[in-house]
Antibody, heavy 115, light 114 residues
Framework: EVQLVESGGGLVQPGESLRLSCAAS????????IIWVRQAPGKGLEWVSS????????YYADSVKGRFTIFRDNSKNTVYLQMNSLRAEDTAVYYC????????WGQGTLVTVSS | DIVMTQSPDSLAVSLGERATINCKSS????????????LAWYQQKPGQPPKLLIY???TRESGVPDRFSGSGSGTDFTLTISSLQAEDVAVYYC??????????FGQGTKVEIK
């Protein structure tokens, strides 16, 4: 059974950093692309960042480019989203998604950026 | 970037009646090499992640009731709920996956019971 479990969310102040994790199980992790999608409170879905399966090509939305870094540790079946210089507008539920083969969404982790 | 625009932003439909949601992409999401439209539809209920309903513009995900159907081509797509049920109250999103691993979503359409 495919599982994706996000963790690492919490309350931080503007300018601080946070690292989200997406732990995967139930599939051959290294072969599949993973995407982060976020949803601000009461708002729609926004693609944030992606990492491909085999060659680790990365992609970023303009809104996070230069501040967020996506990377994966295939030995731990985990994708990370390192978020630096956080802003109030980064407040959202962050979902990780298995984005190749059969798609699968995790349950999300809430990030709140507030002073 | 491909911009996805849904209409309407919200709609209220009587139980058993048809609900129609439109989605327009700023450029074609048809991949000519395989003749597939890289367009998906999701349903999202409060406190839950989005649930995939339709992919390739018209292919229903396994387990999705057949009252949900997708249609369209080129840049114009439609999600139809043929007979609205109470459990269909949700927000619906279209999404393009034509640009590899750089998805974009419509702004969402809220469906309520009239």
């Amino acid at each position: 059974e495919v599982q994706l479990v996000e963790s690492g969310g919490g309350l931080v102040q503007p300018g601080e950093s946070l690292r989200l994790s997406c732990a995967a199980s139930g599939f051959t992790f290294s072969s599949y692309a993973i995407i982060w999608v976020r949803q601000a409170p009461g708002k729609g879905l926004e693609w944030v960042s992606s990492i491909s399966g085999s060659v680790d090509t990365t992609y970023y939305a303009d809104s996070v480019k230069g501040r967020f870094t996506i990377f994966r540790d295939n030995s731990k079946n985990t994708v990370y989203l390192q978020m630096n210089s956080l802003r109030a507008e980064d407040t959202a539920v962050y979902y990780c998604v298995k984005a190749s083969g059969a798609w699968f969404w995790g349950q999300g982790t809430l990030v709140t950026v507030s002073s | 970037d491909i911009v996805m625009t849904q209409s309407p932003d919200s709609l209220a439909v009587s139980l058993g009646e048809r609900a129609t949601i439109n989605c327009k992409s700023s450029q074609s999401v048809l991949y000519s090499s395989n003749s597939k439209h890289y367009l998906a539809w999701y349903q999202q209920k409060p406190g839950q992640p989005p649930k995939l309903l339709i992919y390739w513009a018209s292919t229903r995900e396994s387990g999705v009731p057949d009252r949900f159907s997708g249609s369209g081509s080129g840049t114009d797509f439609t999600l139809t709920i043929s007979s609205l049920q109470a459990e269909d109250v949700a927000v619906y999103y279209c999404q393009q996956y034509y640009t590899t691993l750089m998805w974009t979503f419509g702004q969402g359409t809220k469906v309520e019971i009239k």
